[in-house]
């Protein structure tokens, strides 16, 4: 994995909040505050979470696969995608993990429309948050909107806390939505 801390995280990684993973992640120093990167980490923090309480070593190989898998499916999403292909590459990485979990192929009818499905809701939560380029916000939007699709489709146990995270990036953001979006900090 290119991006080898993502893995080393997941990897050591124990609870089942997706959402909780995801902001460790992009508290990390090596996450920067936009970019194609985020095109992994949100699927990264599903198929992660989906694994929770298995810590065998076919298990941790079996993530190990599945995040190899998914970084090499997120890098064919450049940056700006969003603007460029209209679809934002947060969403996309939870297609491309829940596609994963579910075995999808090409010709395969089952699974295909759920994902679709979930990736159309997800995308409409983030058209829905009103303004371009903000990475962090998108994500954070994309995870917590996938958590009950892979929950109902997938079977999987995730779970969502209550808190919600306050943005560190906003500064850097020159068309951040400010008190409009609901990570922006409190001052």
Known sequence: MEAAWIQDVCLSW???DPAELLEALMAREECPAFGPVHHVLVGAALLTCAQAGEKDAAARDLLASALDELEQRAT?????????WGVCGAAASCG?????????APLRGEGWS????????????????GAPRC??????????????????????????????????????????????CPYYPEK
């Open 114 to 129: 759920e994902g679709q499905l979930m990736v159309a809701d997800i995308l409409q939560q983030i058209a829905q948050a």
């Open 76 to 84: 064919c999403v450049p940056g700006a995608a969003c603007a460029k």
């Open 135 to 180: 990475c962090k916000r998108d994500t954070r939007i994309a995870i917590r909107t996938a958590v009950p699709w892979f929950n109902k489709e997938l079977g999987t146990q995730l779970e969502l806390g209550d808190r919600v995270p306050s943005c560190a990036v906003s500064d850097s953001n020159s068309v951040c939505l400010h008190g409009a």
């Open 14 to 16: 124990e609870g089942s």
């Open 96 to 104: 491309m993990a829940f596609a994963i979990m579910a075995g999808n």
